[in-house]
Structure formats: structure tokens, C-alpha cells
């Protein structure tokens, strides 16, 4: 008789859930970006699962909309770092994270989509995002860079151009010098500009 692997078998369950539970996110997240309604029975019918298989990982539709708002954080921080954690200027880091931020919206539109679509929730995703967008204009704004002299009311209006330049690329396509002057126009309703040989290449 063979001997039973019990170590393997356990990773082969593992890997099985894992696989599952991303298979559920991803249905989701596709649900969330096309501005559906996120029910029990639309994600079931999407993931191609049965509801009981859903409750075995996430214990109600809520619970997947945080797991995927989590999952949408971490793509911000893969976009923006490590090279955003490098610049020592407040105003260079939030110029490479509307540019960064941006460019990966114009090469993955599912991305860009539920970006969009996430952000008119009431349990919105960008908390963290949204944080150190946040800290960054307050430090731009202690050294004087900066017209607008509110943080909350200056990343409103920062992250409300970065949307709506966003939605309009759903409508039509974008002119090769968008994400420039995109983000001359962001930094300019902050009475700012984007600081002399800042490179936003990665």
C-alpha cells in the first residue's frame, strides 16, 4: 500500500482554497468594475461556484468587497513603490503617483475601471491611498508649495481630476502627452507645478 503524504496533501488542499478564494475575488472584482451589483447569486453565478463553496471563504458580500478594496491598495503600493519612497520631495512624490497611477490605468483598463467604480462606494477603497496622498500635500503645502491650503480639500481635488481624467479615457483615447499634462493641470488647480527634472519613467 502507498504511504499516504500527509504534508503534501494538506499544501494540495491549500493550494486548491487559495486558488478558489482568488477565483471568487477576481469574479468580484469583475462585477465591481462593470458597475454591477455585487449579490451572493451574481458572484456565485460568475465565479461559476456554488453559494456554499463562497461561504466557505468569505462570510458575506461585504467581506469580499473589503478582501478586493485590500487587493486594490496593494496594486497602488506595487505601482508606486519602491521608487516613490525614494524622492524626497513632496511634490515629486505626488507627481509620480498621479503619473504611475495614471499610466496603469491607460495599459489595464479592468485596473482603471474598478478604480472608478470602487470609489463611488460607500465603502470606498483608498483609505491608505488616500492617507499618504494626504500626508504628502500637507508636507508640500508646510514648505510652501503649494496655493491651496487645506490637505483634505487639496487631495479632493487632486484625486477628483486623476477619476475624472481616468473616466474619459473609458470614452475616448487618450492623446499621447495625457498623462503630462494631466498632471500640470492637477498641480495647478493646487497651485503648484511638478518640480524642474523630475523624471516619472520607471
Do not use: C
Not at 478582501?67 to 507627481?95: C, I, M, T
Amino acid at each position: 500500500m502507498a504511504k499516504i503524504d500527509l504534508a503534501r496533501r494538506a499544501k494540495i488542499g491549500r493550494d486548491r482554497r487559495e486558488r478558489t478564494r482568488a477565483h471568487i475575488l477576481n469574479a468580484g472584482a469583475t462585477l465591481l468594475a462593470e458597475g454591477a451589483a455585487l449579490t451572493l447569486d451574481a458572484v456565485a453565478e460568475a465565479a461559476g461556484l456554488a453559494k456554499g463553496t463562497f461561504y466557505y471563504h468569505f462570510g458575506n458580500v461585504e467581506e469580499l468587497i473589503a478582501a478586493v478594496n485590500v487587493q486594490l491598495e496593494r496594486s497602488f503600493d506595487e505601482v508606486l513603490a519602491p521608487p516613490h519612497a525614494g524622492l524626497s520631495n513632496p511634490v515629486a512624490r505626488l507627481s509620480f503617483a498621479f503619473a504611475q497611477s495614471l499610466e496603469k490605468a491607460l495599459s489595464d483598463t479592468a485596473w482603471a475601471r474598478l478604480v472608478v467604480q470602487t470609489s463611488q462606494k460607500p465603502n470606498k477603497f483608498g483609505g491608505g491611498v488616500r492617507k499618504k496622498l494626504t500626508a504628502d500635500i500637507a508636507e508640500a503645502i508646510r514648505q510652501g508649495h503649494m496655493a491651496v491650503l487645506d490637505p483634505e480639500l487639496a487631495t479632493d481635488i487632486f484625486v477628483g481630476i486623476w477619476l475624472q481624467v481616468t473616466r474619459g479615457t473609458f470614452e475616448r483615447a487618450p492623446t499621447p502627452d495625457l498623462t503630462r499634462k494631466a498632471l500640470q493641470a492637477a498641480l495647478r488647480a493646487l497651485g503648484s507645478a511638478p518640480p524642474e527634472g523630475l523624471s516619472l519613467s520607471t
